[in-house]
């Protein structure tokens, strides 16, 4: 079993800036790729941004130039850095951890841009 604990979330003025963190504790199979999702009220959930365990990245469009995702392999453990958030970027973020035939998910963390 895989478990997954997000943290730094919460609420941030417009053009501010928040980091997520997201660890990773379990049987974790060692090439694997961590992201970031989310989801807003009424919406689906999408991809925020992902890394590979080789430091492949992939970006949203939405997102890209504004936010960093990076790992950290020894403690199993990815960071979204995001800056310049506005009002769209409001949402439950969730991370997730998957490899082949696998995919776990954290519980959400709450993100809320607002003056």
């Known amino acids: 079993q895989v478990q997954l604990v997000e943290s730094g979330g919460g609420l941030v003025q417009p053009g501010g800036s928040l980091r997520l963190s997201c660890a990773a504790s379990g049987s974790i199979f060692s090439s694997n790729v961590m992201g970031w999702y989310r989801q807003a009220p009424g919406k689906q959930r999408e991809l925020v941004a992902a890394i590979s365990s080789s430091g492949s990245t992939n970006y949203a469009d939405s997102v890209k130039g504004r936010f960093t995702i990076s790992r950290d392999n020894a403690q199993n453990t990815v960071y979204l850095q995001m800056n310049s958030l506005n009002a769209v970027d409001t949402a439950v973020y969730y991370c997730?951890?998957?490899?082949?035939?696998?995919?776990?998910w954290g519980q959400g963390i709450q993100v809320t841009v607002s003056s």
């Open positions: 997730n951890i998957a490899w082949p035939g696998r995919a776990y």
